[in-house]
């Protein structure tokens, strides 16, 4: 008894649909090309190159479809469907066929292409007889060549250092060559050294191990290739007389010019076979993100992308924004600014510095049932609708009511040990900027961290965003008050995309309906204000264009005011780019992003100032924070479990021990430094801060 061939409406009806229409376009375009011939190609070559492009566009398509059949799973349907297995083999077998077909169609209008005069310049390779222990040998070194590449396929070079952190870590050194046993989408691979010793380590810390011998073999086999397709243009044959090939016995003009097409159609051919087959290998070998994958499948709402701000966020950190910056003379820095007569770092007063408090979100729709939210979060910085102005920061949400999911509640608590606002819940940030351009404003990012239940893969997801211009339309600072700010769908480059087409309502003129409708949009509510005049000395000595909470801006400013003395009124010439000893000023750039650790360093400092006698005298406040940087983020910078900032529960409990112990007993730093664990300081990088072309902070 066969089974009904009704699409269902689960992922894999959803998957047949996709193929059904790619065969439709597929089909249409080769009943285009089969009415071009060899005769009329010269005249239609525009024609061709827009078939080729499209052509190369449907591969790509049908692999991608491919490898989201593959990754099905009955658990994925709403319903029970009958026969699920054999209609996904029947799907994977279809689009298996498809690429045939996609590649016969690519062959015919590269032939038509490279054709000239209704002349085909045939493309073949001499058949020289061998010996059978020849044979044999070429067999032999065939294997041979297929061997090595499944050995070296999954063998890597380790590019930096990385100790065991935690039970289950592999230790790793630079150039060590390692297998690749298992590859997880969260970036830790299981990988086994030439000792036999098996663990996790980090995928960006290693690279493919290419071998020269490999490398030069396959140069060898051009050259060879390139030999025998030298020689072919001097035993082609005659053909038809739509298909007319060149001879050996024609005169020398028709035979250079045979020789030039039959190069260019070479050169054309291999250039789009190395789009095709770097296509192919690229589909095959990559991981599938695993939101693509659920896109694909239309499993999410239609207005979800892949998290933009999510992707700049270790090119946009707040260390880089505090990084000092030479210009491009190398005579003074342009993001510090030495104020002669009072022989410290000058202060300055923006023309727009507000403080944002972000309130909630409502309506948010839910990524769906095939996905467990784990966290969700806010990524905020200035944007004027091309680019990103400022750093990135990120604020986590409350998990919302299980009775209203759609609603995230933003609001800062004091953590218990501590006694202070946790950092990464504080709702309440400090906007600075200098730029005066109509079209700034502050971009917010909503996005939830998810695994996927069927197969518990780790993934991004942006759930909208929305945008607070800072200027009116008449260049006028944007009035303070609350503001509730429609949600938008796609990327944040995108404009007019509804973030869930379902919840779009037609437009009617009874008020009653707009009313009742009304209440189901997404929603963003955000509150402007201006700071307190209490943090006045301290915001005027912070960067030009920052996005920080409020909280940190003290031990922000110390830390210019610091940098500012040592590189700046401590050296006898401005240009003076000579690395300087300091490890708090290394440690702090390397710390500044660690939400946790500030929070350890603002309950030591908010314990240490009552002791301060003076709070004007700049030089016993810097004192005071040099002392406490180097009691918490110094021993911190060198422990392999803050190498990273982390928002797992159980790695972030682990951290909050250590900053504890270090916030309440003074001898803990010391503890941490003589650990057996870790190796003599390296003067280069561990307490030096550069000031030009620094280390990779973390």
Known sequence: MAFSTKRTAGPLGKLQKSSDKLKTKVDHLSSLVSKISLKNAEENKGTLKKYLEKLINYKVDASNLLLVSTSLTKNDEPELVNDFEGRKNDEVKRLQDMQEQIDKLLENVTDLQTSKNGVKIVDKKPKVSARPNQESDDDTEEFDDE?????????????????????????????????????????????????????????????????????????????????????????????????????????????????????????????????????????????????????????????????????????????????????DCHLYYKNLRWDQELNQLKEETNRLLRTIQVMECRNIPTPGLHCEVIDRHIRICLFDGKRILSNIWKVRCRSPNVSKPKFWKVFSSKESLLGVNESCYDNLLLIRTTNIEREIGIIFELSVTYTRKATKEKGELSCGWAFLPLHTADGKITENKTYKLPVGGGTIYEHGTPLDITLLKTKTSSKLTSFLSAPTEPIFIVKLEIPAKKYKKVLDFLPDIVVLPLCDATLVTWFRRYLADVIMRDRDFSDDVTPVHSPQLKSFLQMCDHCDVMDGMRALWSEKILEVSDKNDKDEMTSLWKEIVMRISFPLSTRPIFLHPTDDENISKKRWIEIVELVKNPNNPLKHLLEQQYQPFNAADDVTYHIITPPVTS
């Not at 289950?168 to 030439?194: C, F, R, T």
């Not at 071998?211 to 072919?232: C, L």
């Open 147 to 327: 061997s090595d590449e499944e050995e070296t396929a999954d063998l890597y070079i380790v590019l930096s250092n990385y100790k065991a952190a935690e039970a289950g870590d592999l230790a790793i050194q630079v150039d060590e060559i390692i297998d690749v046993l298992e590859k997880n989408e969260d970036g830790w691979w299981k990988a086994q050294n030439s000792k036999g010793d098996v663990g996790a380590v980090p995928s960006n810390f290693i690279r493919v191990y290419q071998d020269n011998k490999s490398t030069a073999d396959d140069d060898g086999d051009d050259n060879h290739t390139a030999d025998a397709d030298d020689d072919v243009a001097s035993t082609a044959t005659h053909e038809s007389s739509d298909d007319v090939t060149i001879t050996q016995e024609e005169s020398d003009d028709a035979e250079h010019e045979a020789i030039v097409v039959h190069e260019k159609k070479k050169n054309m051919s291999s250039e789009m076979k190395e789009i095709i087959e770097k296509t192919s290998e690229t589909d095959r070998r990559k991981s599938m993100n695993v939101t693509d994958v659920l896109a694909a499948m239309e499993a999410l709402p239609s207005g979800f992308r892949n998290s933009e701000l999510q992707k700049l966020e270790g090119k946009y950190k707040l260390s880089n924004v505090l990084q000092a910056k030479l210009k």
